[in-house]
């Protein structure tokens, strides 16, 4: 089976960890991801306690959207979908 170019990387970044004596770094992204979004919007995320995306407002909404954008380019994904798994929106 012919893994796919991110499964190859995060792969590839694993293994460098693990020689390095370096263990479960992935959850480092999901804290910065988190820490971020409370930074740039004022609120915490849901995966922290703050509100769910139905309960935000329309003002709210577009704080969440732009946000995210930038936290996904900071992370290096091309789309948002990912920091909606790492911060529960």
Sequence with gaps: MKLGATTAQRALYEKQCDRAG?????GLR????QSRYRELTGWP?????GPA??????????IDYRVCREIA???G????DIV???CGL
């Design 53 to 62: 995306p139905s309960d935000l407002g329309p003002a709210q909404r577009r």
């Design 22 to 26: 370096l263990h479960g770094n992935h």
């Design 73 to 75: 380019e900071e992370l």
């Design 45 to 49: 995320p849901p995966h922290a306690d």
């Design 84 to 86: 909606a798994v790492y």
């Design 77 to 80: 994904h091309g789309c948002i």
């Design 30 to 33: 999901h804290q910065y991801a």
